[in-house]
């Protein structure tokens, strides 16, 4: 089939007919060329743009789209042929992403007019998958205008905006290929999906009120209490009274309630057993926003970005209205604005900023379905407001924060996700990496393409082992792609690991481990293109070591061949094990054990130890001394953990980086005065030694309890000391880097998402004139790790390949 403008006359490749001299002259004069062209090139009006410009510029020639990308032949003259590169390569359409354009002249054909023609699905599929994005202004005013036939309509979207990856069954992207396929377009929608000049040309998921899905509202026990705007409205009516509803999303159902409604917030807390983990909260509008948070402007053009992703902003001095269920105890709030036509419509009736979570229980994959909320969270809602739009892809929402006015992609999903790197060698054979355990994704190379998938979870569930396994599917299904290696961390009861040894040992395929710590510097390698030495500091919670030991306090200079340990925290003791990761003050004390017997810790006039009982650090002490049920790690954010409690933020940890934001929230709260008082920058400096290759942990802890017994009454006194613990660590990190000052530096790891560490070892590395190489788009915690795998295993099988072909040589 051909789709042409009625005003375009027919064009076919295989038409004949005899040409006057006239017209034999004219050809003389021109040139047909083919374009072959890869990236984000479907789903995001590519071929609509490509044939706008054609025939702008008098071209003739096809596009069509196909499992590797989209095709463009051109015939005309040479300068109409170049002007129309220039245009593609230099103002490609908002959401296209071109990662090759390949150019070769073929041989004229009898054409007179540019054809848009139907995909070819004749090859395994190469082509990037485009990620959700937000709705666009045009479908807003289409929605808020009531002579539209879109209005109030919650699925209005066009070729600029709507769901593509949630949505997608199979490439290439067209609409038997998603799950729009059972909704048939009335009139008016196939007339605007076949006309390549409207906005809604081949936008997948086009539809209207007439012939598009619905909204439904059911209440707790699934009676059907409203349809369509009814449902809306009543799903409105709800909210203002203080209930809880699920409310489906792109990529999944939110937990939603009235963010200003302190019992409504605090209700929410109880039912999903949540007691202080921070909400995200949806504002109608960036004016809002600015009513809760401050930020600078590079943030609010992330906020209002299309890929609206949750933003880590500074609440407001006079955030009042909020209520302060919503993130208690810190500093910043996640908020987000709508990127839907449901939200947009949702706040625009209640006009207060809303509590949006993902509908999950603790630490499972978000879920994408009526009844699995009916299942797992019935006693958490009042009611569910549903569509009948299947997600085929479940998507959580991205988390991202500003530092220094730099991106930093704290969980990678709507928005961003499917991340695509090019790569301009091709991956030897194709390989899979499954990543680590917490915060889990998958990487996947082939051809000239690095994968990077949406957010999975923490693989601690029999759901999140399911939801791995159908996330694998869907890149499976999506690609053709069938893995001949396998990579997964060291660690061998990590779900992702054992997966992985199954498969190895079912299939008989290639296998890699990869060292957790030197996996998350692989990822920063990977998406600056890097094969050459850096200078890596790894600082996260644990990650086994090459010792058997838990690691997490790293520094290593590495490439895509290996790596060595050049510095590391000195190892501290976890009094019994996983029970002192949720219950930090066993750290804390076994630290102190270092120092001071229990009699002396029974009088040490500490705010931390005031309510310990004396049984507990007796049978603590006695553990610690003999070893028993112990655990050794040299982990950075084990010490964030047992800093905290130090300093009175926290006694057990309610979820993970807790510790680090409290200790950032209170870093934060230093007056200016005290800043500018030099006696509070003598006495609290603290320093991370180092020696032979080990930051002395003692010493460190020794300077802050000193400090803490003098300082721990007066005004600001614990804020400076945690200002002077991330200092220390910052300079620790500056001082190794100045030993190879000739080597770019990777700062990854979940540590390196409290900004104030980042942004204070940042700078101190640039005023030494060292280079830090930018995460971009690619989770410096354990979201990253999966790409990390893949990038070392794919320069090992290219080396091996190299190696092999020398030889035959």
């Given amino acids: 089939m051909v789709i042409t403008m009625p005003s375009v006359p027919y064009c076919s490749k295989n038409a004949g007919y005899s040409m006057s001299a006239k017209q034999q002259a004219s050809i003389e004069t021109t040139k047909r060329v083919r374009l072959d062209i890869t990236g984000i090139v479907q789903g995001v009006g590519f071929r609509p743009f490509v044939y706008r410009w054609a025939t702008e510029l008098g ?39 071109i990662d090759s354009l390949s150019q070769i002249e073929i041989p004229l054909e009898n054409c007179d007019s540019f054809e848009i023609t139907h995909s070819q ?35 209005t979207n066009c070729t600029n905006c709507g769901p593509r990856y949630t949505l997608i069954r199979a490439l290439p992207y067209d609409r038997p290929n998603t799950a729009m396929a059972k909704f048939a377009m009335c009139d008016a929608c196939a007339s605007a999906y076949q006309n390549p000049l409207d906005r809604r040309y081949h936008a997948q998921p086009v539809s209207c009120p007439d012939c598009g899905p619905q909204l439904s509202l059911l209440a707790q026990d699934k009676r059907l209490l409203g349809e369509r705007n009814a449902a809306l409205d009543l799903a409105v009516e709800m909210l203002a ?29 109880q039912r999903k057993q949540r007691p202080a983990k921070p909400f995200a909260v949806m504002c109608a509008s960036l004016k809002m926003a600015k009513t809760l948070a401050s930020g600078s402007e590079a943030e609010w053009q992330l906020l209002q970005s299309a890929e609206r992703p949750i933003t880590l902003l500074q609440k407001a001095s006079n955030s009042d209205s909020l209520s302060p269920a919503v993130a208690p105890g810190i500093d910043r709030l996640g908020l987000f604005l709508p990127y839907t036509p449901l939200h947009h419509l949702l706040l625009a009736r209640l006009n207060r900023p809303l509590v949006a979570t993902s509908a999950n229980r603790s630490g499972e994959p978000i879920i994408t379905h009526a009844q699995d909320i009916f299942a797992l969270l019935g006693e958490v809602v009042d009611a569910v407001l549903d569509h009948n739009r299947e997600i085929l892809n479940g998507c959580d929402d991205s988390v991202v924060q500003m530092v220094d006015d730099k991106l930093q992609v704290i969980r990678l999903a709507r928005g961003y996700a499917p991340l695509t790197l090019a790569l301009p ?9 499954v990543g680590a355990q917490q915060k889990n994704s998958i990487a996947f190379g082939f051809d000239h393409n690095l994968v990077l998938s949406p957010h999975i979870g923490d693989l601690f569930s029999l759901e999140a082992e399911q939801y791995f396994i159908d996330t694998l599917a869907t890149f499976k299904r999506l690609y053709q792609f069938s893995a001949k290696h396998l990579v997964s961390d060291k660690h061998p009861d990590y779900a992702s690991t054992i997966w992985a040894q199954q498969q190895r040992e079912a299939q008989g395929i290639a296998f890699t481990q990869v060292q957790h710590h030197y996996a998350h510097i692989l990822s920063v ?9 850096v200078l890596g500091f790894s600082f996260d ?26 510095a590391h925290l000195s190892p501290m003791a976890l009094i019994g094990g996983e029970q002192a990761i949720k219950d930090p003050r066993r750290i804390m004390l076994a630290l102190l054990f270092e120092r001071y017997s229990p009699e002396t810790l029974k009088n040490l006039p500490l705010k931390a130890l005031s309510e310990l009982p004396t049984s507990l650090i007796g049978n603590l002490h006695t553990l610690w001394h003999k070893g028993v049920a112990t655990q050794i790690t040299s982990s950075i954010g084990r010490l964030f953990d047992a800093t905290a409690c130090l300093l009175g933020l926290m006694q057990t940890t309610q979820f993970e980086g807790q510790a680090g934001m409290l200790i950032e929230a209170k870093a934060n709260e230093v007056s200016e005065a005290q800043l500018e008082s030099e006696l509070a920058a003598t006495e609290l400096a603290f320093s991370l030694s180092e020696i032979n290759g080990v930051w002395q942990l003692g010493s460190l802890w020794a300077q802050m309890v000193d400090a803490l017994l003098h300082w721990q009454d007066k005004p600001d006194g614990i804020s400076l000391i945690a200002r002077a613990f991330m200092n220390a660590l910052a300079q620790a990190v500056t001082d190794c880097a100045r030993k190879h000052s000739a080597l770019s530096v990777a700062l990854c790891g979940g540590v390196f998402q409290n900004r104030y560490l980042l942004s204070e070892t940042r700078k101190r590395l640039s005023m030494s004139k060292i280079k830090v190489l930018d995460s971009h788009q690619v989770p410096v915690n354990d979201g990253g790790i999966a790409l990390g795998q893949l990038w070392y295993a794919i320069h090992q099988d290219n080396e091996a390949q190299t190696s092999t072909e020398n030889a035959f040589r």
């Avoid at 003739?60 to 245009?87: C, D, P, R, Y």
């Avoid at 937990?255 to 409504?264: E, G, M, P, R």
């Avoid at 390698?525 to 030495?533: E, G, S």
């Fill in 59 to 97: 071209l003739l020639g096809l596009t069509f789209n196909h499992s590797k990308g989209v095709t463009v032949e051109l015939q005309g003259s040479a300068q109409a042929i170049e002007t129309f590169v220039e245009a593609l390569t230099q103002t490609p359409p908002p959401l296209a992403r």
């Fill in 425 to 433: 060698e091709q991956v030897h054979q194709e390989t899979l990496a």
């Fill in 121 to 155: 699905a004749d090859a395994k599929a190469v082509v990037a998958v485009s990620a959700d994005k937000s709705s666009c202004q045009e479908c807003l005013d289409e929605i808020m205008d009531p002579d539209n036939r879109h209005y109030q309509y919650p699925f």
């Fill in 241 to 269: 009274q203080g209930k809880t509803l699920a409310i489906k999303g792109l990529g999944g159902f939110h937990l939603v309630c009235d963010a200003t409604n302190d019992d409504a917030v605090m209700q929410l807390r």
């Fill in 525 to 533: 390698m990977a998406v600056n293109q890097r094969v050459d030495k």
């Fill in 541 to 566: 919670g644990t990650g086994l070591g090459d010792d058997r030991q838990l690691w997490g306090g790293e520094a290593m200079i590495a490439d895509v061949s290996g790596y060595q340990r050049v």
